[in-house]
């Protein structure tokens, strides 16, 4: 089998906000991630979990506080290195709201022309016709560049976005919830375009929704954000079948499912008690165990460790802390009879 090829590493990401009375925001607290080539690795937490400012770390637009974000093997963190024009165009984020990336002053096609010579396309004869070629490239037609952002549909504008970012060349996108502040007649649309273009250019996708079912129809991969702290990661066939920390089992069971087979596989509802701490006040030990309907003593206490439980599925929850605790006791145990032997 072929190796898969790392886009991205995320290690011991952490944003903390100093505020005021000297506390502090501990926005993202300790994140370890993953992108392969080609692959929608998802990106899932309630409001204020965190999931922007990850990627505002990843794109460069925030200083990480500490933990380092590898890129093509080069450390984009290191102190006193500011990213090349390279490294800035390799990475590029669709937000949710695409008039945050077009100048609305500027028509669509002189936009795309800015970023193009931003990013090194410096034929100047040729900006035109590459601007009309990217607009091909997400689907719309090449005369729309002659459009101002506003006169045209939330759909559309967030595409001509889309073809923004792809005009910097980059191999990782980051769509920040892209699709949420659409109607949901043009949501699929948007959708499908997004999908066609990452298999025809292999790109990585950093897909952040707080929209599960989404995510059941794009995700490689999903990866559930609780309070700055990955709590569960896991393939997406893999995470929809078998689900297992309390809080993505809870958030599972409240989403609406469209056909009988998703019925069968979503969990029994679960209740949650209490409301989501505040990440300047984040409770010792699991950050969930306020509202987790499993909690055991420990979770109060201690901060569980992220266990791999099966290749590629890991999570952050002392149940299973416990069951590899026994697994590898039963594991040492063999190893010292067979050395008894
Ligand atoms: N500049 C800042 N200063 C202080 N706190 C901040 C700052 N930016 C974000 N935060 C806090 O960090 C936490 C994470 O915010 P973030 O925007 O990353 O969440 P999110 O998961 O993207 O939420 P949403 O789904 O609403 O977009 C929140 O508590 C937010 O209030
Ligand atoms: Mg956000």
Redesign the pocket.
């Given at each position: 089998m072929t190796e898969k090829k790392k886009t991205l590493e995320v290690k011991n990401l952490k944003?903390h906000?100093p505020?005021k009375n000297g506390k502090v925001?501990r926005?993202?607290d300790g994140v370890d991630l993953e992108i392969y080539e080609g692959e929608t690795l998802g990106l899932v937490?309630?409001?204020?979990?965190?999931?922007?400012?990850?990627?505002?770390m990843i794109v460069g637009m925030y200083k990480a506080s500490d933990g380092s974000i590898i890129y093509n093997g080069e450390d984009l963190t290191k102190r006193g290195i500011k990213r090349t024009k390279e490294q800035k165009g390799n990475i590029q984020i669709v937000f949710?709201d695409p008039s945050s990336a077009l100048n609305p002053r500027r028509k669509i096609k002189k936009s795309l022309e800015f970023t193009l010579k931003l990013h090194g396309e410096v034929d100047k004869g040729n900006l035109g016709e590459k601007a009309e070629d990217l607009l091909e490239m997400v689907g719309l037609p090449r005369e729309f560049g002659e459009n101002y952002p506003r006169s045209i549909g939330g759909g559309e504008r967030q595409l001509a976005s889309v073809a923004r970012a792809m005009a910097a060349n980059p191999s990782l996108l980051i769509l920040?919830?892209p699709t949420s502040a659409l109607d949901v007649s043009v949501q699929a649309k948007v959708i499908r375009k997004l999908t066609e273009l990452q298999k025809e250019r292999n790109l990585s996708y950093l897909f952040?929704t707080?929209d599960l079912s989404l995510m059941r129809n794009i995700a490689t991969r999903v990866a559930i954000?609780y309070l700055?702290k990955v709590c569960e990661l896991a393939p997406a066939e893999d995470f929809f079948e078998k689900p297992l920390h309390p809080y993505t089992q809870m958030l599972l069971s409240s989403i609406p499912v469209a056909t009988d087979e998703e019925e069968l596989l979503r969990p029994e509802k679960v209740v949650s008690t209490g409301e989501i701490p505040?990440?300047v006040d984040i409770p010792p030990g699991c950050a969930f165990h306020m509202r987790c309907p499993d909690r055991m003593d420990i979770c109060s206490k201690e901060l569980p460790q992220m266990t791999e439980v099966k290749k590629g599925h890991s999570v952050c929850c002392h149940k299973y802390c416990v069951q590899k605790t026994a697994a590898e006791a039963q594991e040492e145990e063999k190893e010292v009879s067979s050395d008894e032997k």
């Open positions: 944003k906000f505020i925001v926005a993202v937490g309630e409001s204020g979990s965190g999931k922007s400012t990850i990627a505002y949710q920040d919830e952040i707080h954000l700055g505040s990440p």
